[in-house]
């Protein structure tokens, strides 16, 4: 008789999840977050690691996994590429199957989809994408638990992203088709999102070069920083190309009265956002950093206890 091999389970992108696990999982996040607020000792991870990658810079992330797995009763290992033989050059699939044999859980932050994939593939234990070249799932959680928290059940609602076609827009997509809302993206010519994502959410994301139309009405704006990790070279560039994209008190106008503002941060006041807008009352970015360290337990409760 076959045996079935059951691997893993990982979060490599949204696509991951289904619609009812994706409400449940961020519906569970809001109790969790209710927990710890309220003292309550929930050690489903106790004795458990995580080993975290990092290939590139954080704030958030590593605050957010680290206090998140000691709050779980657990440990989390910070593992800079910098300082691990991964850095020179050790082979992915090495690291993956050596981790495996320790910890519990890989929490990944890199430049390259494809090499998340490619560790997930040789590791034993659930691996998390923290943010890759293609998508960043871990912070749409946190703002779906903020969307949440703030308007209540937002499926059918209109969010409009304004600016540049990446990492995190990528993950909103899959969060409209995922979660059931419609997302307008606004971007320059030239730094529209994959074709493959865009077509993959079907009627519910389309795109726009006008971000004024893209916000017209919309319940929810969000936008990122023009220059992501690895790209200062283009800096100036991405300036100019960027000009008539900032989120400001105008722009704000134009959508919904009652619309909130999201941004996964770093910000940077004066270029993507104004001040007034990101520091003002229909702003949420702090509310959404927060929820990384309950999104995030709610993803570990599910894919590690
Ligand atoms: N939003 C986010 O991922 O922040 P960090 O880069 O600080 O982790
Ligand atoms: N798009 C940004 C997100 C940072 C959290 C970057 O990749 O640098």
Redesign the pocket.
Known sequence: MKTLHIGPRHLLSLNDLSRDEAWALIRRAVELKAMVRNGEIYEPLKNKTLAMIFE?????????FETGMTQFGGHALFLSSRDTQLGRGEPVRDTAKVLSRMVDGIMV?NDSQAQLEELAKHSKVPVIN??TDMY?P??LL?DMQTWLEVKGDFSGKTAAWVGDGNN?CHSFINAAKLFGFNLRVATPAGYEPDAGIVAAAGDAVSLTTDPKAAVAGADLVVTDTWIS?GQDEEKQQRIDDFAGFQVDSDMMALADDEAIFLH???AYRGYEVSEDVIDGPQSYVLKA?EN?LHAQHSLMEMLMA
């Open positions: 590139k810079s954080s704030t958030r992330t590593r605050v957010s932050r923290a943010l960043h871990c912070q946190a995190v990790m996964c941060l770093p950093a990384r």
